[in-house]
């Protein structure tokens, strides 16, 4: 058990490793040499640890915009979060989880082999989240031993490769080909925006060729523009926060030269996302093809969601801040209501509303991009609502998960079991 311990958490469930270890069998399998291998295997690794470095950085930097925002604006309540929920479940449910990861993924393969849904699910710690939450609802609903392993097994299989498959229609319009698939779990939110984007859009006027004034060329630049943009953001929310608790913040640092700064490290962090999302697909693609052809003839690799960031990244910008705006205004309506507030978490806005600006953006233009991320954050500042009843009975009343599917997931099988009288 101890290697099978080893093999789920210490390799399996590092993205890295993960997708490391495709590219490797796919290279093998079309008979590369061993320099092929190894560099490509490497590479592969090596892409997949720069994206990871760079969202440690926007990670951090959206870490001290949020301490600013809740101090300065006066807000508590419950920021969504996928690793508080995770840390806390895995105690009591650590081998579940495991072993439904480690069978998940085998139904993933088989379904995909057999079905026309041929998409792998490549996010690694996005399965070991999912597997976590399914072992616990269904022990939750009465479930146990090798009953509890098989069915979350089968849910965690379809899950991986239905997501992918809903989203799939609306990566051919973002990445121009059918050779590349999603792996991430709040494709909800993101289809979502790709329907709103077409209903209500037109993707003929395209974020990516907004005109500027002459005066303002210089946000034609997109680490540029991110960084003027979020500087403006961090500037006001320092004031809010005041000079002294910001400076509390930043270990000393005059409180403008901080918000700068960390508007400047942002971008960056952004800037290295889009940097390790090209050396990955450079790598993927072709090495995943040999893995295909021998175990799933025709098979996509399904991949985080920053591997649509490079193909708009001034929708990536526009989707962050539309669907954090969404996300303060539905935590006024929570208020309003007096149901549970969600704060924003500026970490599931970026990533998953940046994501949302960018399906948005492919089916209408700015103008999806804008209405697509805004409705994906009404989405997540909601969903975590009314997830938190089935995570409440089992003693996690103050944390839920922040990204829209595990909401979706969660709430149809704790519901279904409910109904079972379980």
Same mark, same amino acid.
């Given at each position: ?108 393969? /088989? ?65 121009? %080909? ?8 709040? %494709? ?43 500087? /403006?953001?961090?500037? /006001? ?22 918000? /700068? ?40 690799? =399904? ?10 990244? %001034? ?9 954090? =705006? =969404? *996300? ?28 949302? *600006? ?9 103008? *999806? ?30 944390? %839920? ?22």
């Amino acid at each position: 058990m101890s290697f099978f311990r080893f093999l789920m958490y210490d390799v399996l469930s590092v993205p890295a490793v993960l997708v490391g270890l495709v590219a490797l069998l796919g290279l093998l399998a079309q008979k590369k040499s061993s320099t092929d291998c190894i560099k490509g295997t490497l590479k592969t690794i090596m892409g997949f640890i720069i994206l990871g470095a760079g969202a440690d950085v926007v990670v951090g930097s959206l870490n001290n915009f949020s301490e600013m925002f809740q101090h300065g604006f006066n807000i508590t309540g419950i920021v969504p979060n996928n690793e508080a929920v995770v840390s806390i479940a895995q105690k009591a449910f650590g081998k579940e989880m495991a072993l439904i990861m480690f069978f998940g993924m085998i139904v993933n393969i /088989i379904i995909a082999r057999f079905t026309k849904w041929k998409y792998i699910f490549l996010t690694g710690h996005h399965t070991l989240y999912m597997g976590i939450m399914i072992a616990a609802i269904l022990a939750a609903g009465g479930m146990s031993g090798v009953a509890l392993v098989a069915l979350g097994s089968i849910i965690l299989g379809i899950v991986m490769v239905f997501f992918p498959a809903i989203a799939q229609q609306f990566m051919k319009d973002i990445t121009g %080909t059918d050779e590349v698939a999603f792996a991430h779990f709040g %494709t909800t939110g993101y289809v979502l925006a790709g329907y709103i984007g077409k209903w209500f859009g037109n993707k003929e006027n395209s974020t990516e060729d907004m005109k500027l004034p002459k005066g303002l060329s210089f946000l034609r630049d997109t680490p540029v523009a991110i960084a003027f943009t979020m500087g /403006i953001i961090y500037l /006001i929310s320092a004031i809010a926060a005041g000079k002294e608790f910001t400076e509390k913040v930043s270990g000393g640092q005059h409180f403008i030269v901080f918000s /700068i700064i960390q508007a400047i490290t942002f971008a960056a962090g952004v800037f290295i996302i889009l940097q390790g999302v090209r050396m990955i697909l450079a790598e993927i693609v072709p090495a995943f093809k040999g893995f295909a052809e021998k175990l799933v003839p025709d098979a996509k690799p =399904a991949l985080d969601c920053p591997v649509v960031f490079p193909y708009a990244p %001034t929708a990536v910008l526009i989707g962050f801040l539309s669907s954090f =705006a =969404a *996300g303060v205004v539905g935590m006024f309506i929570l208020m309003i209501l007096g149901l549970p507030v969600i704060i924003p978490g500026v970490v599931p806005h970026f990533f998953c509303g940046a994501t949302s *600006g960018v399906f948005g953006n492919a089916t209408g233009g700015k103008r *999806g991009a804008i209405l697509g991320a805004f409705a994906h954050g009404i989405l997540i500042t909601f969903l975590p609502v009314l997830l938190m009843p089935v995570l409440g009975d089992l003693g996690y009343a103050n944390a %839920t998960f922040s990204d829209a599917d595990f909401g979706v997931v969660g709430i149809l099988l704790g519901n279904i079991l409910r109904i079972f009288g379980s």
